[in-house]
């Protein structure tokens, strides 16, 4: 059936993927944002097209976090064409090998983020098998809310630490400075 073939395939993903990527063997970088949309998620323009056995993918993303180390990244890419299609079953996740066709250009790097800078990554007709199709066909939305909803609010987490030592600082600098008598 269908739901069994997605699980196999889902199985067979863990072990080429995310295995060797626990173990520190491969390096993985989410690549979302595009020059014209920015992150907004459904309006991806880079553009999956089907072709029987594989997916043949053109377009670009930039301020990928990592994109220069990755061996692999995980890309949304749009694969609904009809315009009328409810946003959120446009797009698909798929997952794409660097190689032939996979261009990665280094941007800058990021302020607090030592040797993680960004990367430009363009797509140039590459081929990717159908069995890198994360989650089910135009199911995008599915994947995008399990790992950036999330992901958001682990970005935020630290940051009351941040304002609590900041305001420390802050608060003893006030208490002992003296300013014009």
Do not use: W
Request: aromatic content about 8%.
């Amino acid at each position: 059936s269908e739901a069994d073939q997605s699980i196999k395939s889902m199985e067979e993903q863990k072990k080429k993927y995310l295995a060797p990527m626990i173990a520190g063997d491969f390096v993985s970088a989410e690549a979302l944002t595009e020059p014209r949309g920015g992150s907004d998620f459904f309006g991806a323009a880079t553009r999956a097209k089907d072709e029987g056995d594989c997916f043949v993918v053109k377009g670009m993303k930039r301020f990928i976090v990592g994109a220069e180390e990755a061996d692999f990244f995980l890309v949304y890419v749009r694969t609904n064409l009809d315009d009328d299609a409810p946003a959120a079953r446009r797009i698909s996740a798929l997952l794409i090998e660097r190689g032939p066709g996979v261009e990665v250009e280094y941007l800058y790097g990021l302020m607090g983020t030592r040797g993680g800078g960004t990367g430009r990554v363009v797509f140039r007709n590459v081929e990717v098998p159908k069995e890198n199709l994360l989650g089910p066909l135009h199911g995008g939305g599915l994947v995008f809310e399990k790992m950036m909803i999330p992901e958001r609010l682990c970005s935020a987490g630290p940051v009351p630490g941040t304002m609590k030592g900041a305001l420390a600082v802050a608060m003893g600098y006030a208490d002992k400075r003296i300013a014009f008598g």
